[in-house]
């Protein structure tokens, strides 16, 4: 049993041993901890972070339904109004006559002017409104996805898009947040690659950039599939910026393991990672200012989702008889509370911080694996990395107070 | 046409601008009264609705003269609050912030 342990425990510190002399701090990580499995977490809640804006935006819709009982609560799309006087629904049904023929479009007309008679003074949009809404959309998506569609059907489909972000509720993911998903899987796994090159771990490259070449693959696709129908202009822009740095990345995958099979020298690979060293970074600068600016918005909406919410509450606890009630009323207070901007952008900025710098100290280390400075920025910034997965989570739950 | 880092920081302070209102919403330092509260709640509500507007808005299609207005105008209404935040005296009363702020979100709708 002791000789079993004995000889369990040698090779442990003949590592350590062999590290104290030669491999000064690199980091020996496990197979299951890798920049793709610590990623994922960072990846989710910068997502998350991101679709919050969404969220922050449908409360206080939520809020303003829920002041009219007429709201026709049981559609599946529910269209909240907001100030009298916007074109872009008009517009849309004027230059159809198949619309320009529909009654409920002729509701919708009237409304999106004034909202002096009593349907178009509700909260909501009405049932009949709403059947138009989805109509306009659905012709404006087909007719923009024909080949060669006119610019100003496509102009009209993006507006009529950002008119509907505006005023539905419960428009959940918004097109940035799958955006800034995608690309952050695909950096990850990108990362991975990269320390593997690092440590010379050939077998592992192969088979890891398959497996990233087919990924990156499959986010391209799927940036391309996010159509018209969900993009407004700006969107579109960022989109396609960020679709031509992932269809980088699939291809220097691809090109990776291509050499890595042809059983091409250490060298070429090294200098081809080098060659594309900026992509990483110019990744990085596309998706951060999207990530930080939806932060900041989203946490604008949510001090004003405190604000309102705590008056209802007040309301109710105003109106309450019995004391037991108003303590349960009480307790929900706590729940609504401004959001810590500083220690969510501060984090932010670290997560992407973090992972420039694990790019840049792995590319540094593949173009010269004995430089020891190098070696050790490496297993720093690796561990940052992982901190930052964690510790982005609780920072992240206080931001979402509710 | 506008760059990039010039709407980016416009939109940013404008956003910054909405969350320090929302802040003085829920504090009412002076010279703001408990009665200003649904005031600066509803302006605050009209700063974000500017703030998003204009975050769909193509950099490329803004004239350079409308961010540089609506700049000075967001930094206006930010020294307000700045000075109610952090200076002991204030020679100005609510109305000045209020119109100000109202300054700013013209300024960012007209960028449209």
């Given at each position: 049993m002791v000789v079993r342990l004995y000889v369990a425990v040698l090779p442990c510190v003949a590592i350590a041993v062999a590290c104290l002399v030669g491999c000064q701090s690199v980091v020996y990580k496990d197979a299951a901890s890798s920049y793709v499995?610590?990623?994922?977490?960072?990846?989710?809640?910068?997502?998350?972070?991101?679709?919050?804006?969404?969220?922050?935006?449908?409360?206080?819709?939520?809020?303003?339904?829920?002041?009219?009982?007429?709201?026709?609560?049981?559609?599946?799309?529910?269209?909240?109004?907001?100030?009298?006087?916007?074109?872009?629904?008009?517009?849309?049904?004027?230059?159809?006559?198949?619309?320009?023929?529909?009654?409920?479009?002729?509701?919708?007309?009237?409304?999106?002017?004034?909202?002096?008679?009593?349907?178009?003074?509700?909260?909501?949009?009405?049932?009949?409104?709403?059947?138009?809404?989805?109509?306009?959309?659905?012709?404006?998506?087909?007719?923009?996805?024909?080949?060669?569609?006119?610019?100003?059907?496509?102009?009209?489909?993006?507006?009529?898009?950002?008119?509907?972000?505006?005023?539905?509720?419960?428009?959940?993911?918004?097109?940035?947040?799958?955006?800034?998903?995608?690309?952050?899987?695909?950096?990850?796994?990108?990362?991975?690659?990269?320390?593997?090159?690092?440590?010379?771990?050939?077998?592992?490259?192969?088979?890891?950039?398959?497996?990233?070449?087919?990924?990156?693959?499959?986010?391209?696709?799927?940036?391309?599939?996010?159509?018209?129908?969900?993009?407004?202009?700006?969107?579109?822009?960022?989109?396609?910026?960020?679709?031509?740095?992932?269809?980088?990345?699939?291809?220097?995958?691809?090109?990776?393991?291509?050499?890595?099979?042809?059983?091409?020298?250490?060298?070429?690979?090294?200098?081809?990672?080098?060659?594309?060293?900026?992509?990483?970074?110019?990744?990085?600068?596309?998706?951060?200012?999207?990530?930080?600016?939806?932060?900041?918005?989203?946490?604008?909406?949510?001090?004003?989702?405190?604000?309102?919410?705590r008056q209802a509450l007040e309301k109710q606890y105003a109106g309450t008889k019995d004391a037991y009630t108003r303590m349960l009323i009480f307790s929900d207070r706590d729940k609504y509370q401004f959001a810590d901007t500083k220690k969510l952008q501060a984090n932010l900025d670290a997560a992407f911080d973090a992972l420039l710098q694990s790019h840049n100290s792995l590319v540094a280390l593949i173009r010269n694996p004995s430089d020891e400075q190098q070696q050790k920025l490496r297993s720093a910034s690796w561990e940052s990395f992982k901190l930052l997965a964690s510790d982005f989570n609780g920072a992240f739950q206080a931001f979402r107070a509710f | 046409m506008a760059s990039t880092d010039r709407t980016t920081t416009l939109y940013t302070q404008t956003c910054n601008l909405g969350i320090v209102e929302t802040y003085m919403a829920r504090d009412l330092f002076e010279p703001f009264k408990i009665k200003d509260r649904p005031r600066l709640r509803s302006q605050a509500g009209d700063v974000a609705d500017a703030a998003r507007k204009f975050r769909l808005l193509d950099p490329a299609k803004i004239s350079d003269a409308r961010i540089t207005t609506a700049l000075q105008a967001v930094g206006a209404a930010s020294a307000y609050f700045a000075n109610i935040n952090h200076s002991l005296t204030t020679g100005f009363t609510q109305e000045d912030v209020f119109a100000a702020t109202q300054a700013s979100i013209d300024a960012v709708l007209a960028c449209a």
């Open positions: 499995t610590s990623g994922r977490v960072l990846t989710k809640q910068i997502g998350d972070t991101t679709s919050s804006l969404a969220a922050a935006q449908d409360r206080l819709k939520l809020a303003k339904i829920a002041t009219d009982a007429q709201c026709p609560i049981s559609e599946n799309r529910l269209f909240v109004r907001d100030a009298p006087g916007n074109p872009v629904f008009g517009n849309a049904i004027n230059a159809s006559p198949k619309l320009r023929a529909m009654d409920e479009c002729r509701q919708l007309v009237t409304c999106e002017k004034s909202h002096t008679t009593s349907t178009c003074a509700r909260a909501c949009y009405s049932r009949e409104e709403g059947k138009c809404v989805m109509q306009i959309e659905l012709d404006l998506a087909n007719a923009s996805q024909a080949p060669d569609p006119a610019p100003s059907t496509v102009e009209s489909a993006n507006a009529v898009a950002k008119r509907i972000q505006e005023v539905e509720y419960g428009r959940t993911a918004t097109t940035q947040s799958k955006i800034v998903i995608q690309t952050l899987g695909i950096l990850t796994g990108y990362l991975d690659i990269l320390d593997k090159l690092a440590e010379a771990r050939t077998s592992d490259i192969q088979a890891n950039t398959k497996d990233f070449s087919d990924k990156a693959t499959d986010a391209y696709n799927g940036l391309s599939q996010l159509t018209g129908r969900e993009l407004s202009s700006s969107d579109k822009k960022t989109r396609d910026n960020v679709a031509s740095a992932v269809t980088a990345f699939g291809k220097l995958a691809g090109d990776i393991s291509k050499m890595v099979q042809e059983g091409r020298d250490a060298d070429g690979i090294k200098a081809y990672v080098a060659q594309h060293a900026d992509d990483v970074p110019n990744l990085i600068s596309a998706i951060r200012p999207l990530v930080k600016s939806d932060a900041l918005l989203a946490d604008l909406y949510t001090n004003l989702g405190a604000l309102d919410i | -």
